[in-house]
């Protein structure tokens, strides 16, 4: 990107390339001389070569549908404010959904045309660097259920009063259009419409519910910046309760009614989860919290969901913990590439342990010497994949999942306790709303504990085979 810039301008200026005086690295864009081109199709992530696009910068998404479970149809109208990082004569968007019916660029026709999940679109006038625009697609149908590299399902999965919406990694053009990649975080508002019956749940915190001739409007406020496959609107007959953590963190819960006595249990301990993890990982990082108990059973997961996990069945007390712990990290602290997942699912799978341990279960210690953990043997094929390069097959298999934990748990014992709890702290503040890479992490380890961890490191994360010794 930034190459490009330069070689751009210096090609403006009549220079020569390879002859020009060393160029300043932070070269300004220069905005009198406008060169305008494509913005790039992708981030270039190999896990989702088509994820996310160049150009610009997605800020908010305020995203308005009626949806109709008995014709599973929906009738949206998404409105992106986003700015151009480069003079943009052409732009995609990721988009799967149904047939769009009409697209505007700040108030302006635009022709676009799709190919695969590229929602290919010419603004004219064309798009100066730093300014601001506004895209508005308007579009109906039934939204696609999308199958990942892993056989799972996700997107837009109707259910049998409603729709289940989970979207990672690629789920989020099902139902509406963005730069989907976790590296382009941004606000999002949601006004559903749907039965009166029925409940539609978002991220964020509610700012109204209103019925009229049989249908409610739910509006949804997402306040905290976040990463596209995190957002949902869930949508059926459920039990809503509303509560706060002792500190004072609005909780809105909404379980399926035949869900609700196998949920209970667990969901009473929302808030107690939160306390804890708050008080290891820092202050919890969004406006509100709480959780959607649904009956998916072909999604047969769970998704962290922004402020509010989904459930595709009635969880047990570790897989909300593992949720709510995704809150600080992966959806605070996010993702950079895709291969990076064991920073998500080792973090999510080590704070159930810890969390089992302070609620009286197994230790930390019990579960990583357990036989499905480090007592699997040297010869099992669960150590011949690199914990930070599982595949898009298996990134949500087992390695980055229980290696990725084992990982933590042994870089505890060889820092002690408190550089590693101050490690934990510090990650969830530092990187809050932003993305990270496992090299960040290595560099952070390094820098809170004072020594030199690149053999741990090597062995935990980099090396295939069973670590004997760090
Ligand atoms: N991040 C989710 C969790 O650990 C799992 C998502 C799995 N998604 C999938 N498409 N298989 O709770
Ligand atoms: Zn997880």
Not at 156 to 166: I, N
Not at 213 to 241: C, H
Request: glycine share 8%; net charge negative.
């Amino acid at each position: 990107m930034r190459s490009r810039t330069l070689r751009g301008a210096a090609v403006a200026a009549g220079l020569c390339v390879l002859t020009s005086a060393q160029p300043a690295l932070a070269a300004p864009v220069d905005h009198g001389k406008p060169r305008y081109s494509a913005g790039a199709p992708s981030v270039g992530d190999p896990y989702f070569p088509d994820e996310g696009n160049g150009g610009f910068d997605v800020r908010h998404y305020d995203i308005a549908f009626s949806y109709d479970p008995a014709a599973k149809r929906m009738d949206a109208t998404t409105t992106i404010t986003a700015v151009a990082t480069q003079d943009l004569d052409q732009f995609d968007l990721d988009f799967r959904g149904p047939d769009i019916s009409s697209l505007t660029i700040d108030r302006h026709p635009a022709a676009f045309r799709r190919e695969g999940q590229e929602l290919i679109v010419t603004p004219r006038p064309k798009l100066k660097a730093g300014t601001s625009f506004t895209v508005i697609v308007k579009y109906a149908g039934t939204p696609p259920v999308i199958t990942d590299p892993d056989d799972s399902i996700e997107g837009w999965v109707p259910t049998e009063d409603g729709a289940f919406v989970p979207g990672e990694p690629q789920g989020s053009p099902a139902w509406y259009p963005g730069s989907d990649h976790p590296t382009d975080k941004a606000t999002f508002t949601f006004h559903a419409t749907v039965p009166e019956a029925l409940t539609a749940v978002g991220n964020g915190q509610l700012l109204s519910q209103r019925t009229s001739n049989g249908r409610t409007t739910f509006v949804w406020d997402s306040t905290e910046p976040m990463a596209t496959y995190l957002a949902t609107v869930t949508i059926g007959k459920f039990q809503v309760a509303q509560s706060a953590t002792r500190s004072g963190i609005p909780i809105y819960t909404a379980v399926d009614p035949q869900l609700a006595s196998r949920s209970a249990a667990t969901v009473a301990r929302i808030p107690d989860i939160i306390e804890y993890f708050s008080s290891i990982f820092g202050p919890y990082p969004f406006a509100s919290a709480g959780a959607i108990i649904d009956r998916a059973p072909d999604v047969g997961y769970a998704l962290e969901s922004q402020t509010k996990p989904i459930f595709s069945s009635a969880p047990d007390l570790s897989t909300m913990a593992h949720e709510i712990a995704h809150q600080w990290y992966g959806d605070s602290v996010s993702l950079g590439r895709w291969s990076d997942i064991w920073l998500n699912e080792g973090f999510a799978t080590y704070a159930e342990w810890i969390w089992t341990e302070h609620n009286g279960g197994a230790t930390a210690q019990q579960t990583f010497d357990s036989a499905g953990n480090y007592g699997r043997a040297a010869t099992s094929a669960f150590w011949q994949t690199v914990t930070t390069d599982p595949g898009p097959v298996d990134m949500f298999g087992n390695v980055p999942y229980d290696r990725g934990a084992m990982t933590l748990h042994a870089l505890r014992g060889k820092i002690g306790d408190a550089a590693f709890f101050r490690l934990l702290k510090e990650w969830a503040a530092k990187h809050r709303y932003g993305n990270v890479s496992t090299a960040d992490f290595v560099r952070e380890a390094q820098k809170v504990s004072g020594m030199d961890l690149r053999s741990f490191f090597d062995v935990w994360l980099f090396q295939k085979g069973k670590p004997s010794a760090w």
